[in-house]
């Protein structure tokens, strides 16, 4: 019933941008007052956080290897949760997870979307 399904994912040279988007069904962030966050993975890496924005106040924090490069940005009306990419280096390869945190320790991922930085 609860998924988050990541879009946007794909194959970018350095320099170029993209948009990742998550939709949540199931629940909605308002509601639960979700904190949201994007997580990224690396081949032979450890799962990462990139950016996370809080659920009332809509604060943001960013990875120190991602200021200034990406800004994340929520819709709780429409339940989804953005990470804007830009300048985007060959480092920054990794498939990229959506992150909802609620009250009580409820927690959901997404299944993930591949970004493919590359000439």
């Known amino acids: 019933q609860v998924q988050l399904v990541e879009f946007g994912g794909g194959s970018v040279q350095p320099g170029g941008s993209l948009r990742l988007s998550c939709a949540a069904s199931g629940f909605a962030f308002s509601d639960y007052t979700y904190d949201m966050s994007w997580y990224r993975q690396a081949p032979g890496k450890e799962r990462e956080l990139v950016a996370q924005?809080?659920?009332?106040?809509?604060?943001?924090t960013y990875a120190d290897s991602v200021k200034g490069r990406c800004t994340i940005s929520r819709d709780n009306a429409q339940n989804t949760v953005y990470l804007q990419m830009n300048s985007l280096k060959a480092e920054d390869t990794a498939v990229y997870y959506c992150?909802?945190?609620?009250?009580?320790?409820?927690?959901?991922w997404g299944k993930g979307t591949l970004v493919t930085v590359s000439s």
């Open positions: 924005i809080t659920s009332i106040l809509h604060t943001t």
């Open positions: 992150n909802a945190r609620g009250p009580h320790g409820a927690e959901y």
